[in-house]
């Protein structure tokens, strides 16, 4: 089968990322846009339409107006996802043998860029919960003492990166995080890659958007958390701690000089839309419909993970003596097309289309699967075995360059990595170049690989 006819294929019910539920939820202007003769719209960087580093253009008019619309100094869209913004925000905080401050689920896209420029990651450990297998959100108390390890006149940090909200949509108060980075006058970048919408939708209940809390830059993915076609993102800059040349300089390091038209006016009608009064309303609508699905499935004792973001529905298979990798299989193979699949749960994505057939779905493929699948009691997920602040053995940088040989990982132990394990999604790096494969680390990793399949009798990479 070729790739253009699987894109054809039909599912019963896809609930996974790109948010725009297979096209239902496209921006009525850019579903009018993709219906015009195919390729029409793929146009070079014409003057009138410029780039997203042209002072003039249209995509320099909409960035203009979106910044104004917001009170930030910028707006960049970008067509390499949010992967590709959050790596050029990072350069334009810290010089190669800086150093950078990071929680320990960061996405692995840093770790690459820190890799490529030798930035130091030192990484802040976070509370994480053995019940669901998840970090939980950062508080103002934990940073603190994060902040109280470091010998800040010893080390010099460049700046702070915080992800908010998780992946399974796990969200806390930013602004108090952000206050106290400022004190220190150290730029904060926020990963707010699943919550751009939080942005557009105030006094729903919804975390604050990591904008409206201060923070210096802020990359949000508009397929994942706003309407968008994938690979569309933004990144928005405020403030004077970050230098506008120097992120300028960093966005052109990394964009392709031919952008695609296509994707540009995405990143332009998916936050227009929700500018929109009239679909925003529709929006609305969406999140308390998808508050209720939660509320109806709860009622019925399905074991759900609460988070901040209404539009993940988090499974907690676990408590069934399920895993999540055996459940995501048992709901492909049914049509249900979820979104992360790890040990102790399935996270499906609602996304922005009317899900009205949902429930009734769910429950009858989730007591199919109760009657279906053996359970196990020995689901369990070890505590992640770092300190609260920890760097990497070895320079990443210098590690990333030097000869490595692969290895069963069985025989890894004590050993330094050369590798970045990483198993997507949800793409937060294990272990990372330079990171010493300790007993505890050995024994962490280990346990992960009994359900993930992407960890079973893998090589690694060691110097
Ligand atoms: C927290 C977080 N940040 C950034 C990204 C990268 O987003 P994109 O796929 O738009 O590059 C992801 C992707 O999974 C993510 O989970």
Same mark, same amino acid.
């Given at each position: 089968?070729?790739?253009?006819?699987?894109?054809? /294929?039909?599912? *019963?019910?896809?609930?996974?990322?790109?948010? $725009?539920?297979?096209?239902?939820?496209?921006? /009525?202007? *850019? =579903?009018?846009?993709?219906?015009?003769?195919?390729?029409?719209?793929?146009?070079?960087?014409?003057?009138?339409?410029?780039?997203?580093?042209?002072?003039?253009?249209?995509? #320099?008019?909409?960035?203009?107006?979106?910044?104004?619309?917001?009170?930030?100094?910028?707006?960049?869209?970008?067509?390499?996802?949010?992967?590709?913004?959050?790596?050029?925000? =990072?350069?334009?905080?810290?010089?190669?043998?800086?150093?950078?401050? +990071?929680?320990?689920?960061?996405?692995?896209? @840093?770790?690459?860029?820190? #890799? +490529?420029?030798?930035?130091?990651?030192?990484?802040?450990?976070?509370?994480?919960?053995?019940?669901?297998?998840? &970090?939980?959100?950062?508080?103002?108390?934990?940073?603190?003492?994060?902040?109280?390890?470091?010998?800040?006149?010893?080390?010099?940090?460049?700046?702070?990166?915080?992800?908010?909200?998780?992946? $399974?949509?796990?969200?806390?108060?930013?602004?108090?995080?952000?206050?106290?980075?400022?004190? /220190?006058?150290?730029?904060?970048? @926020?990963?707010?890659?699943?919550?751009?919408?939080?942005?557009?939708?105030?006094?729903?209940?919804?975390?604050?958007?990591?904008? @409206?809390?201060?923070?210096?830059?802020?990359?949000?993915?508009?397929?994942?958390?706003?309407?968008?076609?994938?690979?569309?993102?933004?990144?928005? &800059? !405020?403030?004077?701690?970050?230098?506008?040349?120097?992120?300028?300089?960093?966005?052109?390091?990394?964009?392709?000089?031919?952008?695609?038209?296509?994707?540009?006016?995405?990143?332009?009608?998916?936050?227009?839309?929700?500018?929109?009064?009239?679909?925003?309303?529709? &929006? !609305?609508?969406?999140?308390?419909?998808?508050?209720?699905? &939660?509320?109806?499935?709860?009622?019925?004792?399905?074991?759900?993970?609460?988070?901040?973001?209404?539009? /993940?529905? =988090?499974?907690?298979?676990?408590? #069934?003596?399920?895993?999540?990798?055996? #459940?995501?299989?048992?709901?492909?193979?049914?049509?249900?097309?979820?979104?992360?699949?790890? +040990?102790?749960?399935?996270?499906?994505?609602?996304?922005?289309?009317?899900?009205?057939?949902? =429930?009734?779905?769910?429950?009858?493929?989730?007591?199919? *699967?109760?009657?279906?699948?053996?359970?196990?009691?020995?689901?369990?997920?070890?505590?992640?075995?770092?300190? *609260?602040?920890?760097?990497?053995?070895?320079?990443?940088?210098?590690?990333?360059?030097?000869?490595?040989?692969?290895?069963?990982?069985?025989?890894?132990?004590?050993?330094?990595?050369?590798?970045?394990?990483?198993?997507?999604?949800?793409?937060?790096?294990?272990?990372?170049?330079?990171?010493?494969?300790?007993?505890?680390?050995?024994?962490?990793?280990?346990?992960?690989?009994?359900?993930?399949?992407?960890?079973?009798?893998?090589?690694?990479?060691?110097?």
């Amino acid at each position: 089968m070729s790739i253009s006819s699987f894109l054809t /294929k039909k599912f *019963l019910k896809s609930l996974f990322f790109p948010a $725009h539920n297979r096209g239902s939820a496209l921006p /009525k202007k *850019l =579903v009018k846009l993709l219906k015009k003769p195919p390729g029409y719209w793929d146009l070079p960087e014409l003057p009138e339409i410029g780039s997203p580093l042209s002072q003039s253009g249209l995509i #320099a008019k909409s960035q203009r107006e979106f910044s104004e619309k917001f009170k930030a100094k910028g707006c960049f869209f970008g067509v390499n996802g949010a992967s590709g913004l959050i790596q050029s925000a =990072v350069i334009a905080i810290a010089k190669p043998g800086e150093n950078i401050l +990071m929680p320990r689920n960061v996405h692995i896209s @840093v770790i690459k860029i820190c #890799a +490529m420029q030798n930035i130091h990651p030192i990484f802040f450990d976070l509370e994480f919960s053995s019940e669901t297998g998840h &970090y939980k959100p950062i508080t103002k108390n934990w940073l603190k003492n994060v902040f109280k390890k470091i010998n800040f006149n010893e080390k010099k940090i460049a700046g702070v990166i915080l992800v908010s909200p998780s992946y $399974h949509g796990y969200a806390g108060d930013l602004k108090p995080l952000i206050d106290l980075c400022h004190q /220190k006058k150290l730029p904060v970048l @926020v990963d707010e890659a699943h919550g751009s919408y939080f942005l557009f939708c105030e006094n729903h209940n919804l975390p604050k958007s990591a904008l @409206v809390s201060n923070a210096d830059l802020v990359v949000h993915s508009l397929h994942k958390s706003l309407n968008g076609l994938t690979q569309t993102a933004a990144l928005w &800059y !405020q403030g004077n701690l970050v230098n506008k040349q120097n992120l300028i300089k960093s966005i052109n390091l990394l964009q392709t000089t031919s952008p695609s038209s296509l994707l540009l006016s995405s990143c332009e009608e998916s936050i227009k839309d929700w500018l929109n009064k009239k679909s925003l309303s529709k &929006y !609305q609508k969406r999140i308390l419909e998808a508050r209720s699905i &939660y509320k109806k499935l709860t009622q019925k004792n399905i074991p759900l993970i609460e988070t901040q973001d209404p539009l /993940k529905i =988090v499974l907690n298979t676990s408590k #069934a003596g399920i895993d999540g990798f055996t #459940a995501d299989k048992f709901f492909y193979k049914n049509g249900l097309i979820a979104e992360l699949p790890e +040990m102790m749960t399935l996270t499906f994505c609602l996304g922005f289309a009317n899900q009205k057939d949902f =429930v009734n779905l769910f429950e009858k493929l989730w007591n199919k *699967l109760l009657l279906n699948s053996k359970k196990s009691k020995s689901l369990e997920v070890l505590q992640s075995p770092f300190k *609260l602040v920890q760097a990497p053995e070895i320079e990443i940088g210098i590690v990333w360059r030097s000869e490595t040989r692969s290895i069963p990982f069985s025989q890894s132990l004590n050993k330094i990595s050369g590798d970045i394990i990483c198993p997507y999604p949800p793409g937060i790096p294990l272990l990372i170049p330079g990171e010493k494969i300790d007993i505890d680390r050995f024994n962490w990793i280990n346990n992960q690989s009994l359900w993930n399949k992407d960890l079973v009798n893998f090589n690694i990479r060691v110097i």
